[in-house]
């Protein structure tokens, strides 16, 4: 009896440890030094304290003003199980070589903070295990991943208000998964990218890229959140177009903007505005429900003019339904003397009437 209660007490420690080595809360911070004088090579253990770069399970920290020591470089090397941690800002994640990756495992984290940019030359990626994925970036940081992005966890959880921009080359895929939002983050999407799919009750998505839905599912923004085609005047244009589609023309992905969503769309003076456009490849739609705003900006002076702020890619594909609750302009009460709101099954559009510019007063000379 006390030899199967040990063997008992034995197997149960054994489990608890195996959880406590894989649980990331024990992985550990290796902190960028930069001390290196001959080089700059992540590779080089001199530019880490204590003189041993990070490996599996661990943690890549850089902690030290950035405009005063020299900027990591992996060089074409593949950095597998570690999570990511810029306490300050300021820095770039260079790759000279070709095909450099950071494998971020479920669990691991990656932070950007304090205040200013951070930018990621190097593919961000995961092994596919489960869990989920925390990206925290603080309210005054943005972190621009330029080299390729591909999160597998369970759910990439965003949160903490500041600004990711993903700005790399087209076709990678952020995740098959849902992308969650929390805070007052924004995304801004510049290039074309599979997002497997929202759910998104905070923040703000936009950018002049093209958001890929995956394959039969549903993206879900409501709650707070505010989905604001176009850049924001350093990331991308801020006047532009931002697309949701299907993975590709064979299979549809549906759009639901559920009660308590914002589409903001914004006009210049010279005849341009914001536009969300869709495609309704192999069935999909995109649902405005009851509750939802349009909430429209501009200056002085608006051409007038009819503008498309919701449009499809085709205008054959009539997949538009729903009408939004609320209309402003610049947070007003939408003036009819000048704006006209048209819901069609293909587009959705914006009449302005009496905005423009005045005509100048034409003098004639005897």
Same mark, same amino acid.
């Given at each position: 009896?006390?030899?199967?209660?040990?063997?008992?007490?034995?197997?149960?420690?054994?489990?608890?440890?195996?959880?406590?080595? %894989?649980?990331?809360?024990?992985?550990?911070?290796?902190?960028?030094?930069? %001390?290196?004088?001959?080089?700059?090579?992540?590779?080089?253990?001199?530019?880490?304290?204590?003189?041993?770069? $990070?490996?599996?399970?661990?943690?890549?920290?850089?902690?030290?003003?950035? /405009?005063?020591? *020299? *900027?990591?470089?992996?060089?074409?090397?593949?950095?597998?199980?570690?999570?990511?941690?810029?306490?300050?800002? &300021?820095?770039?994640?260079?790759?000279?070589?070709?095909?450099?990756? +950071?494998?971020?495992?479920?669990?691991?984290?990656?932070?950007?903070?304090? /205040?200013?940019?951070?930018?990621?030359?190097?593919?961000?990626?995961?092994?596919?295990?489960?869990?989920?994925?925390?990206?925290?970036?603080?309210?005054?940081?943005?972190?621009?991943?330029?080299?390729?992005?591909?999160?597998?966890?369970?759910?990439?959880?965003?949160?903490?208000?500041?600004?990711?921009?993903?700005?790399? $080359?087209?076709?990678?895929?952020?995740?098959?998964? $849902?992308?969650?939002?929390?805070?007052?983050?924004?995304?801004?999407?510049?290039?074309? #990218?599979? #997002?497997?799919?929202?759910?998104?009750?905070?923040?703000?998505?936009?950018?002049?890229? +093209? %958001?890929?839905?995956?394959?039969?599912?549903?993206?879900? #923004?409501? &709650?707070?959140?505010?989905?604001? $085609?176009?850049?924001?005047?350093?990331?991308?244009?801020?006047?532009?177009?931002?697309?949701?589609?299907?993975?590709?023309?064979?299979?549809?992905?549906?759009?639901?903007?559920?009660?308590?969503?914002?589409?903001?769309?914004?006009?210049?003076?010279? &005849?341009?505005?914001?536009?969300?456009?869709?495609?309704?490849?192999?069935?999909?739609?995109?649902?405005?429900?009851?509750?939802?705003?349009?909430?429209?900006?501009?200056?002085?002076?608006?051409?007038?003019?009819?503008?498309?702020?919701?449009?499809?890619?085709?205008?054959?594909?009539?997949?538009?339904?729903?009408?939004?609750?609320?209309?402003?302009?610049?947070?007003?009460?939408?003036?009819?003397?000048?704006?006209?709101?048209?819901?069609?099954?293909?587009?959705?559009?914006?009449?302005?009437?009496?905005? &423009?510019?005045?005509?100048?007063?034409?003098?004639?000379?005897?």
């Amino acid at each position: 009896m006390r030899t199967n209660l040990k063997r008992l007490v034995g197997m149960v420690l054994l489990m608890v440890l195996t959880f406590f080595v %894989a649980n990331s809360s024990f992985a550990e911070y290796m902190i960028w030094s930069g %001390a290196d004088p001959t080089t700059n090579l992540w590779s080089s253990a001199a530019n880490w304290v204590g003189g041993v770069r $990070p490996n599996f399970n661990d943690i890549a920290s850089f902690t030290n003003d950035a /405009s005063s020591t *020299q *900027q990591p470089d992996t060089y074409g090397a593949n950095n597998t199980g570690m999570g990511l941690d810029f306490q300050t800002s &300021g820095w770039t994640l260079y790759n000279t070589g070709v095909g450099a990756y +950071i494998r971020v495992d479920a669990g691991l984290l990656i932070n950007s903070l304090g /205040s200013g940019v951070n930018r990621v030359y190097q593919k961000i990626t995961t092994s596919g295990s489960v869990g989920d994925i925390p990206v925290t970036v603080d309210a005054n940081s943005t972190i621009v991943f330029l080299g390729g992005y591909y999160l597998f966890g369970d759910r990439v959880v965003y949160k903490g208000g500041g600004t990711i921009v993903w700005d790399g $080359p087209d076709d990678t895929y952020v995740a098959y998964n $849902p992308c969650v939002l929390s805070n007052d983050l924004s995304i801004i999407i510049n290039s074309e #990218i599979g #997002i497997g799919w929202f759910r998104v009750t905070e923040g703000t998505i936009g950018g002049n890229g +093209i %958001a890929r839905g995956y394959n039969y599912a549903t993206s879900e #923004i409501g &709650g707070n959140a505010t989905l604001s $085609p176009g850049g924001n005047g350093e990331f991308g244009d801020l006047i532009g177009t931002f697309t949701m589609k299907a993975n590709s023309a064979t299979v549809r992905h549906h759009l639901i903007l559920k009660t308590g969503c914002t589409l903001k769309i914004e006009f210049d003076s010279v &005849g341009n505005s914001d536009k969300l456009l869709y495609s309704g490849y192999g069935g999909g739609k995109v649902t405005i429900e009851s509750g939802c705003t349009l909430s429209m900006y501009g200056g002085e002076f608006i051409d007038d003019g009819t503008y498309d702020v919701v449009a499809n890619e085709a205008t054959d594909m009539t997949n538009i339904s729903g009408t939004f609750s609320t209309v402003t302009f610049n947070d007003a009460a939408l003036d009819a003397e000048h704006f006209t709101v048209d819901y069609g099954t293909d587009a959705i559009t914006v009449t302005v009437t009496g905005l &423009g510019k005045p005509k100048g007063t034409v003098v004639f000379i005897q």
